[in-house]
């Protein structure tokens, strides 16, 4: 269960609810002058210095955004991350892992496009590449900030491997580049870490173990709390594995199945010393749910989780949404939490 | 020996060259272009990389599939009993494709393919060899909401698609090539996919027939194959390295399209190591039945990748013949 956190002023020194504790998956949608400053960046017009000055106001934006709407734990909302994976390999304005560079276009469906990322070498940490925004972020708040950090399974899946001879050695080697991300994040103050594995269910027979074995790699024996958000896929074939993860919480998007987790949680059981991380709102539309619908599918999560275990959040980042659906999203999570606690005498 | 590509081609280039389609669509998406203006561009951007393989060297060309969002929907949404759902990741890799979603009897109702193929080669120099969609991975990858089995919805989409099959055969193509790569993940039920290429191929004449599978191996499956009504089977040795094993222990006799060159990494390789996997081939297969192609389709790869892999992979098979490239 979740415990009382008690943390220095500064690093989040508010104590997290115990019971249905609201946070969100990671990114928000961009404000209209960030992303015009973010092309007028890569064109050359503007500075690094200058971009960063308004990654930071954005920043402070969804900061306070959360702390009004009431979330428990804060995420810093990546408004200086362009893609999850893109972002440690290469992408303008980040600081690429030793070994990465951005590779050409490549299509992922329809009319989407993106740079795919090369392993061309041997992968080395290349000093914080995190650090600096969470530190900033978290000094913004007394709530928590979780650090933000993706998965070394999803970092190598979604990159061409030039350099290991198989897969296997590319995520040993970046699941240890990653966990010097997270000592760095552990040392500077951050309580909470979240490593994403979209990626993870992959090619479940071959080697869902590798990823397992990856995320022990990257968190055993460091002292904080890790989270994982696994989003799409097929779930379903990796259900049983995935309780192996070595993390606090595991996140899902029971929303955009409409809550069909609930099934495999009923038929296959859920680690016991795990949270589970729901996903109460779809991000991937437009569409604002209604309070009601929100408290109906937490009615029925808590039918086979007790409130402590439970952390209530979006389905996924929310960035491929407006700012204003963004704050919509989070707004009817928290009021629909508040309703159900008051409803069922939750503290 | 010849060379060839095994489908699709990367649809836009890297800067500075223009990534003219993909800006097509937007415009098409915000209504600033219209669909017969697309059309334009898509003419245009097939010529281009016709073109861009010739450049290449490779002997029998497609034409990229420009026209395609994915391997599945540019046939099916064509077809009566289909409708086209939401985006379900395509096999393992990181690329999307819309559901086909069967909800009624599906009925072939007038051919798709015949006129691009026929636009591809009045672009080419080269033979244009044509792709269609395999009626088993067709069916794997749909969701049924009518036939309520395999079997019964592979070989509906097989008697569908012969439609496409017979049309192209009219408009004079002369290469005729399935692309069904799930039966390599579902072995188990490899009598239906038997009986879907059968209904999709048998008796057709006047031109080359093939069919092709990536990411795995046919080890166990291969013999059976040799039974099937079509001239070329393709093997994917690059996530498929147990496709070496498989060729061996079988009496090869169709003609064998060998992916070897990886398309789905851009490591690139050297015109020596695609020499040596072709000489090692010609163990099996004599020359006249050989064709050296990637993988798979060159979408996984950037096209300037996917350009210099053609290129190596030409060469390569050049220095096996002992020919210069």
């Known amino acids: 269960m979740v415990v009382e956190k008690t943390q220095e002023k500064g690093t989040g020194s508010v104590r997290a609810s115990t019971a249905l504790t609201t946070t969100a998956v990671g990114s928000f949608g961009r404000p209209d002058y960030l992303t015009k400053a973010r092309s007028a960046f890569a064109k050359g017009d503007i500075d690094r210095a200058e971009l960063e000055k308004l990654e930071k106001q954005a920043t402070e934006y969804w900061i306070r955004v959360q702390e009004k709407i009431g979330l428990d734990v804060l995420v810093h909302g990546e408004m200086e991350r362009g893609d999850m994976v893109a972002y440690f390999s290469g992408e303008k304005g980040g600081l690429p892992i030793k070994g990465m560079k951005l590779g050409g276009l490549v299509r992922s469906y329809g009319n989407r496009y993106y740079h795919k990322p090369i392993i061309y070498d041997r992968l080395e940490w290349p000093g914080p590449m995190t650090v600096d925004m969470w530190k900033y972020a978290q000094s913004l708040t007394d709530r928590p900030v979780k650090g933000m950090l993706t998965g070394a399974y999803t970092m190598v899946e979604w990159s061409f491997n030039e350099h290991y001879p198989t897969r296997r050695d590319a995520v040993m080697d970046m699941a240890k580049v990653i966990r010097r991300e997270v000592e760095a994040l552990v040392a500077a103050g951050a309580k909470y870490i979240q490593i994403d594995e979209p990626a993870i269910h992959t090619r479940p027979e071959a080697d869902f173990g590798?990823?397992?074995?990856?995320?022990?790699?990257?968190?055993?024996?460091?002292?904080?709390?890790?989270?994982?958000?696994?989003?799409?896929?097929?779930v379903e074939e990796i259900w049983r594995p995935m309780q192996k993860l070595p993390v606090k919480q595991i996140h899902l998007a029971f929303k955009n199945t409409d809550f069909a987790y609930l099934d495999l949680v009923r038929e296959q059981g859920y680690d016991e010393s795990k949270d589970v991380g729901v996903g109460v709102t779809d991000s991937h539309t437009r569409f604002i749910e209604t309070v009601d619908e929100v408290k109906d599918g937490l009615r029925r999560v808590l039918e086979l989780f007790p409130p402590e275990r439970v952390w209530v959040l979006p389905d996924c980042g929310l960035k491929t949404r407006t700012v204003e659906e963004s704050e919509a999203k989070l707004k009817v999570m928290v009021d629909a939490v508040r309703d159900i606690k008051r409803e069922m005498e939750i503290e | 020996m010849q060379t060839t590509v095994v489908?699709?081609?990367?649809?836009?280039?890297?800067?500075?060259?223009?990534?003219?389609?993909?800006?097509?669509?937007?415009?098409?998406?915000?209504?600033?272009?219209?669909?017969?203006?697309?059309?334009?561009?898509?003419?245009?951007?097939?010529a281009e990389v016709i073109d861009e393989q010739i450049a290449?060297?490779?002997?029998?060309?497609?034409?990229?599939?420009v026209r395609w969002d994915d391997d599945q929907t540019y046939v099916a949404r064509r077809l009566a009993g289909v409708e086209i759902g939401g985006l379900q990741r395509y096999l393992d890799t990181n690329t999307y494709y819309r559901q086909p979603e069967v909800t009624g009897a599906i009925k072939f109702k007038e051919p798709a393919l015949a006129a691009a193929w026929q636009f591809a080669q009045e672009k080419s120099s080269r033979p244009v060899k044509a792709i269609l969609p395999g009626p088993y991975t067709l069916a794997a990858l749909s969701a049924d909401k009518h036939y309520g089995s395999r079997e019964k919805l592979a070989l509906a989409f097989a008697e569908a698609l012969r439609g496409e099959v017979d049309a192209l055969v009219e408009a004079g193509c002369k290469?005729?090539?399935?692309?069904d790569p799930v039966i390599v993940f579902n072995k188990d039920d490899y009598g239906t996919f038997h009986k879907a290429i059968t209904k999709l191929l048998e008796g057709v004449s006047g031109a080359e027939t093939g069919v092709y599978t990536w990411f795995g191996d046919c080890a166990g499956i291969l013999p059976q194959m040799q039974e099937l009504p079509c001239d070329v089977i393709g093997l994917d040795f690059e996530a498929g390295p147990g496709n070496w094993e498989a060729l061996e222990s079988v009496t090869f006799e169709k003609k064998?399209?060998?992916?070897?060159?990886?398309?789905?990494?851009?490591?690139?390789?050297?015109?020596g190591e695609v020499a040596e996997a072709v000489k090692r081939l010609s163990a099996a297969i004599p020359p006249e039945r050989l064709y050296v192609n990637p993988s798979c389709g060159l979408e996984y790869l950037p096209r300037e990748v996917a350009f210099e892999k053609l290129k190596v992979m030409v060469e390569g098979a050049r220095q096996a013949e002992g020919v210069a490239a």
Do not use: W
């Open chain 1, 210 to 234: 590798d990823a397992v074995e990856a995320m022990g790699v990257t968190v055993e024996g460091i002292d904080a709390e890790f989270h994982t958000h696994i989003c799409y896929g097929e």
């Open chain 2, 7 to 46: 489908g699709n081609y990367p649809k836009i280039p890297n800067r500075p060259r223009p990534g003219r389609l993909r800006n097509a669509i937007n415009k098409r998406d915000r209504g600033d272009l219209s669909s017969e203006e697309l059309v334009t561009i898509e003419d245009e951007v097939t």
């Open chain 2, 56 to 65: 290449a060297g490779v002997d029998v060309v497609t034409d990229g599939q």
């Open chain 2, 175 to 179: 290469q005729i090539q399935v692309n």
């Open chain 2, 256 to 271: 064998l399209g060998a992916g070897i060159v990886d398309a789905r990494n851009t490591r690139l390789e050297t015109a």
